[in-house]
Nanobody, 123 residues
Framework: VQLQASGGGLAQAGGSLTLSCAVSGRTFSEHLMGWFRQAPGEEREFVAAIRWSGGSTFYSDSVKGRFTISRDATRNTASLQMNSLKPEDSAIYYC?????????????????WGPGTQVTVSS
């Protein structure tokens, strides 16, 4: 599985950005894909995940109600819609894929990682 994220950039606090992740390779409906982020000097943090078949989603408390993860089966892409952005959302965001149906927020349980995309939110 190969992952390629795009859509990062600069936004003002309260604004919105949408990240996209193009997925190639062999995928299965019960597998999971998601997003992690890492700010300078901080540990890697789980953001959101979705089952590849769509429907089931899971969010960290820090983004719940503000971010929405979705998947487009026809285009083999996943998106992260980020609304009401805060300066503390600034980080490098990574698209990830897990070859299991079991939810987890631990980064080392996600087998595939794409190159990150920078998100910067100004106050």
């Amino acid at each position: 599985v190969q992952l390629q994220a795009s859509g990062g950039g600069l936004a003002q606090a309260g604004g919105s950005l949408t990240l996209s992740c193009a997925v190639s390779g062999r995928t299965f409906s019960e597998h999971l894909m998601g997003w992690f982020r890492q700010a300078p000097g901080e540990e890697r943090e789980f953001v959101a995940a979705i089952r590849w078949s769509g429907g089931s989603t899971f969010y960290s408390d820090s983004v719940k109600g503000r971010f929405t993860i979705s998947r487009d089966a026809t285009r083999n892409t996943a998106s992260l819609q980020m609304n009401s952005l805060k300066p503390e959302d600034s980080a490098i965001y990574y698209c990830v894929y897990r070859t299991s149906r079991v939810w987890t927020t631990r980064g080392y349980h996600w087998q595939y990682w794409g190159p990150g995309t920078q998100v910067t939110v100004s106050s």
